[in-house]
């Protein structure tokens, strides 16, 4: 599947709001969502990734430039925020030192008109560019027998499949965070913000952590606990809140929107802050867990996800299978 860019125009964009729903159904959200969770035992009453996580509350407070791109009530006024902070995959006992790992952020802007949901990871790419390779990459990597994956598997699928490495990668060549907190977070689709003169800009979204890149050296990371993020966030949050500017990278023309294996060159794109979020304290575990945070249907006018982006569509009813199956094993 080639890549599209920005500038191609209407006609691109009309052929692709087409051709959404036939790319986001090229392999069964039901189906991914089994293979997730076989990849780590069949685990009851857990999210199929994302298992193991914090639940936290605060607020978002936007910049005087936030309204100037989007239209979205969340970006006129400060409002409460409800997140949580997790470990990819569907292993609740997984290991906080676990690499090449991507620690998640999932976030709920609330206004009285409705939520803003942003579900981030700490990469700017995802592992895989389409549905049914999503579901092949988790496939390969079900436990065999002795309870390890294929290896001969999983390194034919890896030949076959360079981009899906791009993650692992990333992740390896950077310490292992030593905080929820301590580590930037990527919106890895185009998002495109509209103003309220209608205007259009296409984006991708980024939280930068104010405590910067807290990273563990490998002495470190051996002395922690396999459990120590949630009592790092409580211990750090009983002094104050922490927080994140929300960011948004300027896309420019040819600039994927479609593949969320690429990353722009952000370092040659423009930023802006859209504001800034506060996390202030640790919140109980079922306020996160009530429901699912749907980054595809709880967006409001003024920012909209990417029509051209297949992983994206099928996210939402991935997370609907995903939390009837964990509530009903509650
Ligand atoms: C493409 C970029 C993606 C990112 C950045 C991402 C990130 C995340 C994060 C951070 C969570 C934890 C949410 C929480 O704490 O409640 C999560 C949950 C989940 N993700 Fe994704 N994900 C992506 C794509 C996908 C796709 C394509 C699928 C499947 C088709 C998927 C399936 C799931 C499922 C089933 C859950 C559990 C939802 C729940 O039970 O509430 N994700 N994801």
Same mark, same amino acid.
């Given at each position: ?21 036939? @790319? ?8 991914? =969502? ?31 430039? /936030? ?35 991507? *620690? ?12 803003? =949901? ?22 390969? *990597? +079900?436990?065999?027998?002795? !309870? ?5 598997? =999983?390194?034919?699928?890896? /030949? ?8 692992? /990668? ?14 930037? $977070? ?42 120590? $993020?949630?009592?790092? @966030?409580?211990? *750090? @949050? ?30 040659? *794109?423009?930023?802006?802050?859209? !504001? ?42 991935? $997370? +609907? ?10």
């Amino acid at each position: 599947m080639s890549s599209t860019t920005l500038g191609q125009g209407a006609a691109i964009a009309f052929v692709c709001v087409l051709a959404t729903s036939a @790319l986001s159904q090229d392999a069964d959200p039901q189906a991914i =969502v089994d293979a997730q969770f076989a990849a780590a035992g069949n685990q009851k009453g857990v999210r199929a990734s994302g298992a193991k996580g914090v639940c936290v509350k605060g607020s978002f407070t936007p910049t005087a430039e /936030a309204a100037s791109l989007s239209k979205a009530p969340h970006f006129a006024k400060t409002v409460p925020v409800t997140a949580r902070f997790s470990m990819g995959g569907s292993n609740a006992k997984i290991s906080d030192k676990t690499k090449p790992v991507t *620690r998640g952020f999932a976030m709920r802007l609330s206004d009285t008109t409705g939520d803003l =949901v942003l579900v981030i990871i700490s990469a700017p790419v995802f592992s895989t560019k389409t549905p049914k390779q999503l579901l092949d990459f988790a496939t390969v *990597r +079900a436990p065999g027998p002795d !309870g390890k994956p294929d290896a001969d598997k =999983v390194k034919a699928f890896t /030949a076959a499949n360079p981009e899906t490495t791009k993650q692992g /990668a990333w992740l390896n060549a950077r310490p292992v965070p030593a905080s929820f907190v301590g580590v930037d $977070y990527w919106g890895v689709h185009a998002y495109t913000l509209t103003n309220a003169k209608n205007e259009a800009k296409v984006v991708k979204l980024k939280t930068v952590a104010t405590a910067g890149q807290l990273g563990l050296s490998d002495d470190e990371l051996k002395a922690k606990p396999d459990s120590f $993020y949630a009592d790092e @966030l409580k211990d *750090r @949050l009983a002094t104050g809140p922490a927080s994140f500017d929300l960011v948004a990278i300027m896309g420019e023309a040819g600039d994927p929107t479609s593949d969320p294996t690429v990353m722009w060159p952000e370092e040659n *794109r423009k930023s802006v802050k859209l !504001g800034t979020l506060a996390i202030a304290a640790i919140e109980p575990a079922a306020t996160c867990d009530v429901a699912t945070f749907d980054p595809v249907v709880d967006l409001p006018e003024g920012i909209a996800g990417p029509t051209d982006d297949p992983m994206f569509a099928i996210r939402s009813p991935a $997370y +609907a299978v995903s939390l009837s199956r964990r509530s009903a094993q509650q």
